[in-house]
């Protein structure tokens, strides 16, 4: 062997006979951290934890026949109902509905305590999948399992109570905006079918629609006017031809005496102003020229006939010169002379239309963009009519799907069991943490005590300290008594190792085990 791996297992064996040296430096602090370990574990308030997992659905009936109205995203909607499932209202009532805090040592909390260790108590955990919030978890800690289980299906069927009620609540409240908007709507569309039957009654005959109608009856009176025009020339003309041959002798019958020239002149300035009329209005320079003219040529004629020069003002004998020729003259003349008033009545009437055709005409681009922003704004509230039509009846089948829960819900998957095991404390951490401090400790506490004393405790110490060699060594005799008290000590070593290693395995089994089987395994032992 070489001198480091002599070295070393003389300080092996040197450690190993101070370990057994003091031995109860570390058997006891061993034992009483094990009895400690043993004593929390048994004592230590136990704290269960039960948790459901409730899976978010998507709707059943594909979005693009049934469209959903709910626009709160899962993840909004979660937390919305957490708030509500941490208000106060709601913890009271599972407070007093599980009678929770009723031991004694929370007999003088207060109530916002209470209310606050049990929102600790209550956990929503959101798990996000591809495609956003596929599940979450409602957990529950608590002391009494059975209640921890209760109170933990309870929160998940809150939970879905919730959901099911928010979302027909939006359902239900959109359905009745789009009522609201949808009669408000209809209103509007009524007033302005109402102010288009108006407009349409009171500008008929100008509407865009009427326009070649308008312009088909303008040509046809124009047509009339022309024809009538041209009847009261002709009816002109005959009436100058009847006044000359008035004026003109019969056969074999000298005339009494020459006509007159204003006479003559008078009727054909008649007949001019006549034609004028046909062409012009009253104002028209021309026409007021021969008005006046004829009325000078009528007050001269008045005048003569006074004075018995005219053909009228001659004796009376003269009547006995008319012929049955003149009275046909006559007659005719006055037909002609009404048929002329009829025509430029017709004229006058004709004309009138015209004007009254030409206004609607003229009208006609005005009107047409007057009832173009009437039809726009009309079209506007008709196709958000229908568009509002179209929500309300799919928000109707919205509101049907959530009653029916063919919406998106949550399921509940995993629903919440009865816990066997505590998660509080950690059994499994309390025995290594125990072990590992009793065997820390006498450890510890041997060497401490090694190295405070100053003591020669090996043969090397003395050589290399007092630089002296060693001869022999002389052994330790022990009288009786002292095997006595020997044999006592070993005896008590072993049976403190004995009890160390039971309440080691004890432990160990109410770590891994648990207190509840622990407890009926030792049962079974004491039965047995």
């Known amino acids: 062997m070489t001198p480091a791996t002599i070295n070393e297992t003389i300080k092996l064996d040197y450690y ?42 998507p709707q059943k009936v594909p979005a693009s026949y049934v469209r959903p109205l709910t626009s709160i995203d899962v993840d909004s909607r979660i937390s919305t109902i957490s708030q509500q499932i941490m208000s106060r209202t709601n ?17 003088g909390m207060y109530l916002e305590d209470k209310l606050e260790m049990l929102m600790k108590r209550i956990n929503v955990n959101v798990t996000r999948g591809r495609g956003g919030s596929d599940a979450f978890k409602i957990t529950y800690k608590g002391p009494d399992p059975q209640k921890v ?62 326009l070649d109608t308008n312009l088909r009856i303008l040509e046809r009176l124009q047509m009339q006017l022309s024809d009538k025009m041209e009847s009261l020339r002709n009816a002109k003309d005959r009436l100058a031809m009847i006044g000359r041959t008035t004026l003109i002798p ?97 004229i006058t009437q004709i004309k009138a239309q015209i004007r009254a055709y030409q206004m609607r005409v003229d009208t006609t681009p ?49 629903p919440a069991r009865l816990p066997e095991k505590p998660v509080s404390p950690n059994l499994k951490r309390l025995f290594f943490f125990a072990l590992i401090a009793g065997l820390g400790t006498g450890l510890g506490i041997v060497l401490l005590m090694d190295y405070l004393d100053t003591s020669f405790k090996r043969m090397d110490d003395i050589e290399s300290e007092l630089g002296l060699s060693i001869l022999a060594t002389i052994s330790p005799v022990y009288h009786g008594k002292d095997r006595f008290l020997q044999r006592i000590n070993g005896m008590a070593t072993i049976f403190s190792l004995l009890f160390s290693l039971s309440l080691l395995a004890g432990f160990a089994v109410l770590s891994f085990k648990g207190v509840e089987a622990t407890r009926q395994l030792l049962g079974r032992f004491v039965e047995l």
């Open 16 to 57: 190993i006979e101070l370990v057994i040296r003091r031995r109860w430096f570390i058997i006891i602090p061993f034992c009483l951290s094990m009895i400690i370990g043993i004593y929390l574990a048994i004592t230590l308030p136990r704290v269960y934890e039960s948790e459901t997992l409730i899976l978010v659905e």
């Open 91 to 107: 913890l009271e009532k599972i407070i007093d509905e599980f009678r929770l805090f009723t031991e004694p040592e929370f007999e």
């Open 149 to 210: 289980m209760q109170i933990t299906n309870t929160l998940a069927a809150y939970f879905i109570e919730q959901n099911l009620k928010i979302r027909e609540a939006q359902a239900i409240g959109t359905s009745d905006f789009l009522e609201d908007q949808l009669v408000n709507t209809r209103k509007k569309l009524e007033k302005m079918e109402e102010s288009l039957k108006e407009y349409r009654t009171k500008h008929m005959g100008e509407l865009p629609e009427q």
């Open 250 to 346: 019969q056969a074999g019958q000298q005339p009494q005496g020459d006509v007159p020239e204003d006479f003559q002149t008078l009727e054909e300035l008649k007949i001019q102003l006549a034609n004028l009329q046909g062409r012009y209005t009253e104002r028209h320079p021309d026409v007021i020229r021969l008005k006046k003219k004829i009325k000078h040529l009528e007050e001269n004629l008045k005048t003569r006939k006074k004075e018995g020069t005219t053909p009228e003002g001659q004796e009376s004998g003269a009547d006995e010169s008319i012929t049955p020729e003149s009275d046909m003259i006559s007659f005719q003349r006055a037909s002609v002379k009404k048929e002329i008033r009829d025509l430029q009545r017709d």
């Open 366 to 414: 005005k009107r047409e963009q007057e009832l173009m922003d009437l039809q726009r704004d009309y079209r506007n509230l008709q196709e958000a009519y229908s568009s509002l039509l179209n929500r309300k009846l799919e928000a109707e089948i919205a509101v049907n799907m959530e009653k029916k829960q063919k919406g998106e819900k949550f399921r509940i998957i995993d």
